[in-house]
């Protein structure tokens, strides 16, 4: 395989890659708090996954138990892996009366998972929850400086690779009540980026085919030489 035709079928292996991910993006556009992921390369041409943090738009609800962050941070989740991370405020009670995610983890507040007593709900744009008037605890949202150490799971659920000690208290951060944040996906952008990264692959392809030919034809007059 010649050097040129080698850089062009490592092209296509990482726009092979690259349409999956626009692909991926495109089918999580519907999913409640949803970072997009981009492929980026580093001075070593080593690929690797970047999460867009941008604020996705807002989506009243009108539930209580829905919750959209404004700002950096996160909602902190408790789950059987370990601590877990998440934008997607889409809450409920379990049967014990606690705070949890639509997947069953609870909800930390500042104290621990929060458990909620019947009443009226209300949450104050810094995260004070209040049943009946009366303060039952505050959500615990965090950020990290080092947020290239996340690393998306499933369920809309962000683990984080450094040292728990890492978490801190965003300096910017508001909550809404009966608000989701939507994917920060945009489908037209997709669509242009599936739209070029198809055009760009084909046009690969079609340089892999005629190096692949010309060095059949090289290899096959080699061969007539007497």
Not at 35 to 61: C, N, V, W, Y
Request: aromatic share 6%; proline share 2%; hydrophobic share 35%.
């Amino acid at each position: 395989m010649t050097i040129e035709m080698g850089k062009a079928v490592q092209g296509a292996s990482r726009l092979d890659k690259q349409f999956d991910i626009i692909a991926n993006r495109l089918a999580n556009v519907g999913t409640t708090g949803y970072k997009a992921e981009s492929l980026t390369f580093d001075e070593l041409l080593q690929a690797r996954m970047r999460i867009d943090l941008s604020q996705g738009d807002a989506q009243p609800t009108g539930n209580p138990l829905d919750l959209a962050i404004f700002g950096d941070g996160f909602f902190k989740v408790e789950t059987p892996q370990g601590d877990r991370y998440t934008r997607n405020g889409t809450f409920t009670l379990d049967k014990e009366g606690y705070l949890v995610t639509q997947d069953g983890y609870r909800v930390f507040g500042e104290g621990g998972p929060i458990a909620l007593e019947g009443g009226q709900i209300t949450i104050s744009d810094q995260g004070v929850i209040n049943v009946n008037d009366s303060q039952v605890g505050k959500l615990k949202i965090i950020t990290f400086d080092a947020t290239q150490k996340l690393k998306k799971e499933g369920a809309s659920l962000l683990s984080y690779t450094g040292d728990s000690g890492d978490e801190r208290t965003p300096d910017r951060v508001s909550v809404q009540q009966g608000v989701l944040e939507q994917s920060n996906v945009s489908v037209v952008t997709e669509m242009s980026n599936m739209i070029a990264t198809t055009r760009s692959y084909e046009s690969a392809q079609k340089i892999i085919q005629t190096y692949s030919e010309m060095d059949t034809k090289a290899a096959t007059e080699v061969g007539l030489v007497r």
